[in-house]
């Protein structure tokens, strides 16, 4: 997805990316370009709760549907850039290196970060989605009606 001429859409797909990809991949990926990064904790992982809203057949009034754990981080490189990390559950790590990934897409390695992370994980979530239309399309049924005549 390349979004480069709305850097808001492009760094709110990212982090969108970021937070529903697998910590694992996440960790494996930022720890294989070991880049040296220098930072301070502007906010230290940390875990809390979120009220989850919805709406029945998303027209209806919102209603709230239930809390879910999130951990959250934000770190600063020691050349000005922010970044930030939102996950689902209760992952401090994962969060953080959310957060270092955030802040290296906005320096000089965006390229790199983006070459490296940002595409092998848009190619799971992509081969995921795939495989689970699959799954749900092995499942349908088809209905049809019979048309007897009687005349």
């Not at 859409?9 to 720890?31: C, G, I, M, Q, T």
Request: proline share 3%; net charge positive.
């Amino acid at each position: 997805m390349n979004m480069h001429n709305d850097p808001n859409a492009a760094r709110k797909e990212w982090l969108s990316l970021l937070a529903k990809s697998p910590a694992a991949d996440v960790k494996r990926y930022w720890n294989e370009l070991a880049l040296s990064l220098d930072f301070i904790d502007l906010r230290a992982p940390e875990i809390g709760g979120v009220m989850v809203r919805g709406r029945a057949g998303a027209v209806g009034a919102a209603f709230n549907l239930g809390e879910m754990t999130v951990t959250r981080a934000s770190v600063k490189l020691t050349r000005g850039e922010v970044g930030h990390g939102y996950v689902q559950g209760r992952d401090k790590v994962h969060a953080q290196t959310a957060a270092l990934i955030d802040a290296a897409m906005q320096t000089d390695h965006a390229e790199q970060v983006e070459a490296k992370i940002l595409n092998p994980l848009r190619t799971e979530m992509a081969a995921k989605k795939s495989a689970r239309a699959a799954k749900a399309a092995s499942t349908k049924v088809d209905f049809f009606t019979m048309v007897r005549g009687e005349d």
